[in-house]
Each structure stands twice: as structure tokens, then as C-alpha cells.
């Protein structure tokens, strides 16, 4: 647990999430193909 | 994409869902259809443009012709024949795939997967948040669209939370002159956000949405819907925005605003339309900019390890829960 998560409940995501392309496509299809 | 766009029987538009390549049609009842937007002979898109009243979606390589429901209808020459034989040719199995669809606030949603809950339970939370407002009044007023150099993920959480409006949006209302929140977060299934009293609303010279109780209490509503569709309320304004990423660092904003009645469209509130859509297209211009500020940060390796502001971000927390949900085991973002 970071320390976002000790003040607030909550972890940010990570920076993968908004640069990494292989989390992209991961994205693409649980998020929005719903699989 | 938005069933307005689709006035018409026969109006096509292609749209990309999750990297596949998809059409939505206007179909001879009256109904918004999505299909896979891939000819059954050799998966040339069928429709590569939008286009306006046409009988039938008509593959431009071959011109192999589906009707609005999907079923293949003509395949001429296939056979060398210039009236081609029926039995060359089983076209029964060969409709264009279909997609699971519905409309809501004229918003089209999609189901790829074809298993998710039904469209009315997704969108029930804010059907019970706004049912004290008369929402058919609303018309559409503007549409536009832009594209942003940045993750979809940081669009959204750069709308659900207002800590950043005193800095970045000048002519916004101040909201930090109190120790307690002027706002309220919400999240309730796949709605997430925060209300604030009217008091501190966007005015306009434009009429209100109704209330269907006349003394029930008004506020001002910044929603989503998981995942991509945003929903705001403002007093006589509803904007809805659709998110779609279209990399992982780059992504397009689809926005229509709606008015009461005529002041969508009449005359005497054209100066207060004219003025809404200069006051947001200078929101988004700012927002933009902050927007890519985030995106190019995180080329960084030290941009991990961020924060949330107890006070002011709590439902950036809570899109973040729903996506983490979704993806699973699928990343350890």
C-alpha cells in the first residue's frame, strides 16, 4: 500500500496504465469488448 | 456515436468500438442498428463513409448490398451471371454480423461481448439520480468533436474532479472559498462524480429543465457512466460526451449539448447559445492543455507512486476501482 492509498482509500493508478501499449490492448478488451 | 446523428432510415456511420471497425444504421423502423462493419465476401468495410438515406449498405469493392437488417441481399456477378442464380449462392447465413445495442439519453451504447446486463440496469443510477427532472424537454442545441494527446483515462479524471478549476479555468466559479465540500461525490454502479448545489451553477439566459416536483432541489450533476460516457446537468443545459481512446496515448471527445425546447434552435437564444459554445470550447481548450501536461509526465519513470486529494478526488478513485474491475488479473496497473 503507497501513501495515496493511506490518506485517501484509494491507489492512482500506475503509469502503465496511461503509456503502456500491451495495457492498451488489454484495455481495449476487457474495458470496452467486455471480454 | 449519437442516434441523432442518425436522423434518417438508411443514414450509416461508421464508428471504431474497441479497435473493430463497426457501422451504425438508421433502420426503415425507425431504430438504431449496429453491425460489424465487415463484408461476409472478403471483410472489405462495407461502409468506409458516412452516408445519408441509402436503401441498403452496399459493400463499394464488389458491391455485394445488405438491407438495413443486416441480410445480404445482393451479390451481383458472382456467378459471372449479370442476373445472378439464387442457388449459386446461399445468402441466408451471410447477413452482416450484428452487435448488441441500445440508445439512452441519444447516446448509442454498444455490447460487443453480447453478455453484458441489460442497457436499462447500467444506466439505472442516473436514472434515479435525475428522475426529478423533466428530460424530454431537452433538444439538441451543438455537437462537436476534438482529439486530445493523451490517454482516455486522464480526459475523464481531468472532468470528475474541480481542483484543478481555479487554476486552469479562469472563469469558472470559485469553489474553494469554504473548509466543507460544495460538492458530493456519487457512485453507484457504473455512475461515478459529484453534484453540487445550483447556487453555484453555470448560469445561462437559458430555461431550465423542468422539475417534475416543482419544490424539489435543484443541483448541478458532472456523471459518467463506466466507461466512457460522460453526463453533465447544468440547470438548463445537459452536455453528454462520449470518450474514445484511440491509443493509448491519444484520444477523441464526441459532445452534444442539449437546451429546453426552442432555445435549442430559435433565434432569441441564439446569443446564449453562441455564448455557451464559445464558454466551452475555452474549457476544453484549457482542459486540453492540462490534459497533455499529465500524458507527458508520464513518459517519466518517476511518475508513479501519485496522489489523490481526500478533499477534492475521491471519485477519480472510484473510476479507477470500476477499472480495475474490468481488467482483472489482466495488468498490475
Known sequence: MDAAADVTGTIPLRRAAYTDAAVFRSEQQRVFAGG | MFAHQ????????????????????????GNVRVFHNVCRHR??????????????LRCPYHGWAYALDG???ATPLWDGQRVPNPAALDRTQLGLRQVRC????????IDLSGTAPPLEDHVAPLTTLWQGYDMTTLRLAHYETGQIEANWKLAIEASIENYHEPFVHEKLPARLDTAQPTFTEVAQGAMFGFVTPADAALRSDTPLVPLRDPTAHRCDNLCYLFPNGQQNLFGGLAVR?????LGVDRCEWRTSWYL???AADDDTHRPARDAMVAFWRQ?????KRAIEWMQRGRASPVADNLLLSPFWERSIGTFHLLWRARMGDATDA
Request: a negative charge; zero cysteines.
Open chain 2, 6 to 29: 442518425l436522423p434518417d432510415a438508411g443514414d450509416q456511420i461508421p464508428v471504431q468500438a474497441a479497435g473493430l471497425p463497426l457501422v451504425a444504421v438508421r433502420d426503415r423502423a
Open chain 2, 241 to 245: 460526451t462520449i470518450w474514445l481512446p
Open chain 2, 283 to 287: 474549457l476544453r481548450v484549457e482542459d
Open chain 2, 71 to 73: 441480410a445480404l441481399r
Open chain 2, 260 to 262: 429546453v425546447g426552442d
Open chain 2, 43 to 56: 471483410a472489405s468495410l462495407v461502409v468506409p463513409e458516412p452516408v445519408r438515406s441509402q436503401p441498403t
Open chain 2, 102 to 109: 441500445g440508445v439512452w439519453s441519444d447516446v448509442v451504447w
